[in-house]
């Protein structure tokens, strides 16, 4: 009994496992809860609307750590169901975890942490991790699955570009603080000050507060600008060809598993037979 009422809330959880009506009300539920919660922070941020509301808003926070909690616990529980965290107590452990799952976890627990002796900065932080409900977005949004598999696909070639990135970065710092530090001592005192330049030249955002006046310093700012649009162009191409690789894998999987049958032969007519001719469907 036990077992199948755990099989039925992991089904009940995990929509991706199953595709029950009541899996997906349950999966709109909560990402209405979660998108809510956000506007609620936002709100919340609006003094006068806040002193106004504040009953209404705590008695929404509380409900929505309340279904958050919920949920993990209930997670837990009924991870046991999948094979790999079959054992009751260490198959616990590892599916706690599991990204998804801490996600879930910093979700609601900051809110049962001791603020009776808070100060403002404290519950000013309480309402920043409100924002982190966001992140459990990430388990119901297929834009977001598809973003994680493309960096997971194109991670090298991600890294690689960061590592440009700074290396220029500390370079560009380096050379605007040797060419620019006597004529301009109070915009470029030291390196770590001078790579807020060669960051925002780089992005070739160019917000103006800090720029070069010596020749040296202008040529540099120059070559430098010129490298920095291709170098955020890079990270962009690489991205872009592999959502193009990650959409393609989706769309052949969703063949393989859900395939058109022929009515007349019974054939898969997504993946014919190496030697069929009957290709007329």
């Not at 992005?203 to 020749?215: A, E, F, L, Q, S």
């Amino acid at each position: 009994m036990v077992k199948k009422l755990k099989r039925r809330v992991f089904l009940l959880l995990e929509t991706k496992e199953h595709q029950h009506k009541s899996s997906r009300f349950f999966e709109y539920f909560l990402i209405f809860l979660i998108i809510s919660n956000t506007l609620a922070v936002s709100i919340e941020s609006i003094e006068e609307i806040f002193t106004t509301y504040q009953v209404w808003l705590t008695a929404f926070n509380r409900f929505s750590v309340g279904v958050f909690t919920l949920e993990y616990i209930l997670r837990v529980w009924s991870c046991t169901t999948l094979e790999k965290y079959h054992h009751p107590l260490w198959g616990r452990l590892r599916y706690m975890l599991t990204p998804l799952a801490i996600i879930d976890l910093i979700a609601f627990l900051p809110f049962y942490l001791p603020f009776a002796l808070a100060d403002f900065r404290s519950i000013q932080l309480l309402r920043l991790t409100r924002f982190l409900q966001l992140l459990k977005l990430g388990r119901y949004s297929r834009a977001i699955k598809i973003l994680t598999q493309v960096i997971n696909l194109r991670q090298e070639e991600l890294i690689l570009t960061l590592n440009i990135v700074i290396f220029l970065m500390i370079f560009s710092g380096s050379l605007i603080y040797f060419a620019e530090h006597e004529a301009q001592p109070d915009k470029f005192p030291h390196i770590p000050a001078s790579m807020w330049w060669a960051v925002i030249t780089l992005t070739t955002v160019g917000y103006g507060d800090v720029y070069p006046i010596t020749p040296l310093g202008k040529l540099l700012g120059g070559i430098l600008a010129l490298l920095g649009i291709g170098l955020i162009a890079l990270p962009a191409g690489i991205i872009a060809s592999g959502f193009t690789e990650v959409i393609a894998l989706n769309q052949q999987k969703n063949k393989t598993l859900s395939p058109r049958i022929c009515p007349h032969c019974g054939n898969n007519i997504d993946q014919p037979l190496e030697h069929s001719t009957d290709l007329d469907h």
